[in-house]
């Protein structure tokens, strides 16, 4: 081992030794190229999809499509308690009411799924109305079956806060 250590301290050339990046090097990398390397982060995502539903310029796959990445990105409780951090619960139970019923199914999906075994924000959702909402559509005969069924979907990940909130007033 010394002999292998010997000879390849003699046979190194200092000169050739790789410098370490300058601070000023570091702080000169391209967000773009890092997005490349390590991909965007979810909070990025959720936005970029809350936007590409909002953009009137966005096809409707494109539209299923964010709202299909959005609905998997907030299956993780800290993605689905950053809707109410970035304020996007506004823009997606405005979603609700969008022409398109398949739109309106998966936007409910996503809300479903946000609240689901998650109090803060089964919280947030009631405080923007999505309780509301959801019960609207319910109520509403001539919604679309498949519409429907996500908005019970949504409303029995939030009955958490209804149990709370009605052992509250029972008191």
Not at 81 to 104: K, T, Y
Not at 113 to 130: I, R
Request: charge should be negative.
């Amino acid at each position: 081992m010394e002999k292998l250590l010997k000879w390849s301290t003699e046979n190194s050339d200092p000169s050739n030794v790789p410098q370490q990046p300058t601070t000023q090097e570091k702080s000169e990398l391209d967000p773009e190229v890092i997005d490349l390397i390590l991909g965007k982060s979810d909070a990025v995502q959720m936005r970029e999809a809350v936007e590409a539903v909002s953009n009137p310029e966005t096809s409707l796959d494109d539209k299923k499509i964010a709202l299909d990445n959005l609905e998997m990105l907030v299956e993780q409780i800290d993605n689905a308690n950053d809707i109410e951090n970035m304020n996007l619960w506004p823009q997606i139970l405005s979603f609700l009411s969008l022409p398109e019923a398949s739109l309106r199914t998966q936007a409910i999906w996503v809300c479903g799924t946000a609240v689901q075994n998650n109090p803060k924000a089964q919280k947030a959702f009631f405080e923007k109305g999505g309780l509301t909402l959801i019960l609207n559509i319910l109520k509403d005969a001539d919604e679309d079956m498949e519409v429907k069924s996500k908005a019970l979907y949504a409303l029995s990940g939030e009955l958490r806060i209804l149990i709370l909130l009605y052992s509250h007033a029972s008191h």
